[in-house]
């Protein structure tokens, strides 16, 4: 007797080429959301180095009145 479970079954091949499409959609979907959360935590990160390491730029003066 043969198993049916390893016949051909064109709409279970239907449901799963459709979860398969919507799966690798969230997938892309979730990838870009982490590459950008990366991005954004790397920029962050680096801010903060250079704004703890570089010197800082001199205050601007105030500008003295003109004598008349």
Same mark, same amino acid.
């Given at each position: ?6 016949s051909k079954? *064109?709409?279970? %091949?239907?449901?799963? %080429? /459709?979860?398969?499409? %919507?799966? &690798? /959609?969230?997938? &892309? ?6 590459? $950008? +959360?990366?991005?954004? /935590? +790397?920029?962050?990160?680096? $801010? +903060?180095?250079?704004?703890?390491? /570089?010197?800082?730029? *001199? ?10």
């Open positions: 007797m043969p198993n049916p479970w390893t079954n *064109p709409f279970m %091949s239907m449901w799963l %080429s /459709a979860a398969n499409r %919507s799966a &690798g /959609a969230a997938r &892309g979907t979730a990838t870009a959301a982490a590459k $950008r +959360q990366i991005a954004t /935590a +790397q920029a962050e990160t680096m $801010r +903060q180095f250079l704004d703890f390491w /570089a010197p800082r730029p *001199p205050t601007p003066r105030a500008r003295k009145k003109a004598r008349r």
